[in-house]
């Protein structure tokens, strides 16, 4: 049977851990407001999905990461990115389609990857990053390292094959990856209820030997908790884990969904739950979390004004590159 | 004739052969209550129901086999697959298995089943969402593969593809969708296999189909201007391929030009441009050309996206090169 979520408070995480989730949760909600805010003066085209109410699920698992493991992402990658210790600068860049950013312009928000901090990338595919995920445990475990590879995916993700199949490759081979599936409860505008017979999603790890837990996403402290459990033992050759985060979008799909299909209800009850409010409360020290947002949000306008500043990429350039591929 | 955009003209098209036809019905991911993406199944869910109007979780491969399942049982599934790009994770059902039970099996059974898809750059959606991925299926004998330029071929062309007992891959252009046309007020069936003649000329042909179209007609009305004649031969339906009017328009101009979107490697037009060797060599004035994409994933930055796909400046001056 899946765990579920734990009662009442979690414990509480040592300082640095839970100042660098929080860090990380915060950097997210401000980078995705101004991406918005940016997408809205035409500065960022193509699909831009927000993280907005979610940041506690990649702030968590990262926070149990080493810098030398891996993370697989998907097409609501930024906060993956951030919380694995992305450069703003030029993750700005490359949303912006600057010459300067992760991808030089050819990628885009759904496309950024980060190899200096092991991020193997966003996907435009859904559900396309489980089996790579599942390729780099078993890398991992060929090359005989003890890194453990996270992959981020969602609930419309869980119901295409390629879930069914690389949980069952990793519980064969006991592969070092823990799945995290974060179920905001839509895929567009499908709720999860209408994509599954079954809405117990972390019950479908123990269907294949693995352990399945499930854990409130809006809990930075929770999922902290949960993925490191789950990467000490990847780590020390026990397999996979899939951990179902419960949590929900602040907003519709993308940024010109309004989201009118969420009940407005129900929306206002995760964002009582706000992962940014929750795990500020749990810091509790003024002084401490406004120290950290100075930090981020100069570290967010330096971002914008290099990003602004950074050359579009050389069609010249470009084309004279492509010949060869 | 009533004026209709393209994707008004699509949904006319699938609920008249819904109407016609209760057999005919359709899957995807949100084209029931929300009408799909691109807004062309609008309405239809209210209309015909949940019955036959089904929405599908992320599962391209087993909607697609289902769709060949249910044509083997008599129904005609329509189903759509947002972008060309995801129908690659359904090759093996529309490849391996819809193109191919009706010869297997002896002829027992056919696959009339309609994959609707879309495809093509412009909207800065990237290298996994804006791909011309036709030349994938035009490869494979036991397909039909349309591609149309305006409503009223999408109108009349999806009905006949809906009402083929072959499985057809029924490609949109993702810029085409608002784009205005007239549209004929009585019911109108187009056969697949026929193009069209959108534009007569006697010094050029162009060889093209989809939103290209339009880029070929824009260049065409530019070149008039400085006296060359300019015939667009819009394909319409690449498989099968109406030969006889590319051949006899090729005749008839003495030169030829392919424009297509997707990549020149391996694409339609050098297909094409075999064929007339092979079969009108002696009635050309010279060689045949293609402009075609770049042999690149498409990228995200504007610029180098526009690059990356045939302008009417490059169709203008691939003319002018040839004249
Ligand atoms: C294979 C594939 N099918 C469809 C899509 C279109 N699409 C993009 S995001 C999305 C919903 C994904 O839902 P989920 O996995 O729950 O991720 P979330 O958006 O909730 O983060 C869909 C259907 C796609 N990108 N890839
Ligand atoms: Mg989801």
């Known amino acids: 049977?899946?765990?579920?979520?734990?009662?009442?408070?979690?414990?509480?995480?040592?300082?640095?851990?839970?100042?660098?989730?929080?860090?990380?949760?915060?950097?997210?909600?401000?980078?995705?407001?101004?991406?918005?805010?940016?997408?809205?003066?035409?500065?960022?085209?193509?699909?831009?999905?927000?993280?907005?109410?979610?940041?506690?699920?990649?702030?968590?698992?990262?926070?149990?990461?080493?810098?030398?493991?891996?993370?697989?992402?998907?097409?609501?990658?930024?906060?993956?990115?951030?919380?694995?210790?992305?450069?703003?600068?030029?993750?700005?860049?490359?949303?912006?389609?600057?010459?300067?950013?992760?991808?030089?312009?050819?990628?885009?928000?759904?496309?950024?990857?980060?190899?200096?901090?092991?991020?193997?990338?966003?996907?435009?595919?859904?559900?396309?990053?489980?089996?790579?995920?599942?390729?780099?445990?078993?890398?991992?475990?060929?090359?005989?390292?003890?890194?453990?590879?996270?992959?981020?995916?969602?609930?419309?993700?869980?119901?295409?094959?390629?879930?069914?199949?690389?949980?069952?490759?990793?519980?064969?081979?006991?592969?070092?990856?823990?799945?995290?599936?974060?179920?905001?409860?839509?895929a567009v505008s499908t709720p999860i209820e209408c994509a599954t017979g079954c809405c117990d999603l972390a019950g479908r790890g123990p269907a294949y030997g693995i352990p399945g837990i499930c854990v409130d996403g809006n809990d930075a402290l929770a999922v902290y908790r949960?993925?490191?459990?789950?990467?000490?033992?990847?780590?020390?050759?026990?397999?996979?884990?899939l951990i179902e985060a419960k949590t929900y979008r602040h907003g519709g799909h993308h940024v010109n969904d309004p989201g009118l299909y969420m009940d407005p209800a129900v929306l206002a009850e995760w964002k009582a739950r706000d992962p940014l409010l929750r795990t500020r409360r749990a810091i509790d020290d003024d002084a401490r979390s406004a120290e950290i947002e100075a930090q981020v949000d100069a570290e967010l306008e330096a971002a914008v004004a290099f990003a602004t500043n950074s050359p579009e990429p050389s069609v010249d350039a470009f084309l004279a590159g492509i010949e060869d591929r | 004739m009533i004026e209709m955009m393209y994707r008004e003209a699509l949904r006319r098209a699938i609920d008249e052969e819904m109407q016609r036809d209760p057999l005919v019905f359709l899957m995807g991911e949100t084209i029931a209550e929300r009408g799909g993406s691109y807004k062309v199944t609008e309405g239809l869910w209210r209309k015909y129901g949940p019955q036959r109007v089904i929405d599908t979780p992320i599962a391209e491969a087993s909607f697609t086999g289902m769709a060949v399942g249910a044509a083997l049982v008599g129904c005609r599934p329509v189903i759509e697959i947002l972008f060309i790009d995801f129908a690659m994770l359904a090759m093996d059902q529309i490849v391996n298995q819809a193109a191919k039970y009706d010869f297997i099996s002896g002829g027992q059974g056919t696959v009339p089943m309609v994959v609707r898809t879309q495809g093509g750059a412009g909207n800065g959606l990237a290298a996994q969402h804006s791909q011309s991925l036709e030349a994938l299926f035009y490869h494979i004998p036991g397909l039909k593969v349309v591609m149309p330029s305006t409503p009223q071929d999408a109108y009349g062309l999806l009905k006949a593809a809906i009402r083929d007992e072959h499985p057809v891959v029924f490609i949109e252009h993702k810029l085409l969708y608002m784009t205005k046309g007239p549209v004929s007020e009585e019911e109108t069936v187009i056969p697949l296999g026929r193009a069209d003649i959108k534009r007569s000329g006697t010094d050029v042909t162009l060889v093209t189909y989809s939103h290209m179209t339009l880029k070929c007609l824009e260049a065409a009305a530019l070149l008039e201007s400085e006296g060359i004649s300019v015939e667009v031969v819009d394909l319409r339906t690449l498989s099968p391929l109406d030969k006889d009017t590319v051949l006899s328009s090729a005749r008839k101009t003495g030169r030829v030009i392919i424009v297509h979107e997707a990549v020149k490697r391996g694409g339609i037009g050098g297909d094409i441009a075999a064929m007339?060797?092979?079969?009108?060599?002696?009635?050309?004035?010279?060689?045949?050309?293609?402009?075609?994409?770049?042999?690149?994933?498409?990228?995200?930055?504007?610029?180098?996206?526009?690059?990356?796909?045939?302008?009417?400046?490059?169709?203008?001056?691939?003319?002018?090169?040839m004249v």
């Open chain 1, 226 to 241: 949960e993925a490191a459990a789950a990467v000490a033992r990847a780590r020390r050759g026990q397999g996979p884990t």
């Open chain 1, 1 to 186: 049977m899946p765990t579920p979520p734990a009662k009442g408070g979690s414990p509480r995480p040592p300082e640095p851990i839970l100042l660098g989730m929080y860090r990380s949760i915060y950097a997210t909600r401000q980078f995705e407001l101004k991406c918005i805010e940016l997408y809205r003066q035409g500065l960022i085209r193509g699909y831009l999905h927000p993280y907005i109410g979610q940041e506690a699920v990649a702030a968590g698992a990262c926070a149990a990461l080493n810098p030398a493991d891996y993370i697989v992402s998907t097409h609501r990658g930024h906060g993956h990115c951030i919380s694995k210790g992305a450069d703003l600068k030029l993750m700005m860049a490359e949303i912006m389609g600057k010459a300067t950013g992760y991808c030089r312009g050819h990628g885009g928000s759904m496309h950024i990857s980060d190899k200096r901090v092991n991020n193997l990338g966003a996907n435009g595919i859904v559900g396309a990053g489980i089996p790579i995920a599942t390729g780099a445990g078993m890398g991992i475990k060929v090359r005989g390292t003890d890194q453990v590879v996270v992959v981020f995916f969602s609930d419309g993700a869980s119901n295409n094959g390629v879930f069914a199949e690389s949980l069952n490759l990793a519980g064969i081979y006991g592969l070092p990856v823990v799945y995290l599936l974060e179920n905001n409860h839509y």
């Open chain 2, 276 to 321: 007339l060797m092979e079969e009108a060599y002696d009635d050309l004035d010279g060689p045949v050309l293609r402009i075609a994409g770049r042999n690149t994933p498409i990228p995200y930055n504007l610029n180098i996206e526009k690059a990356c796909v045939p302008s009417v400046a490059d169709i203008v001056e691939g003319v002018l090169r």
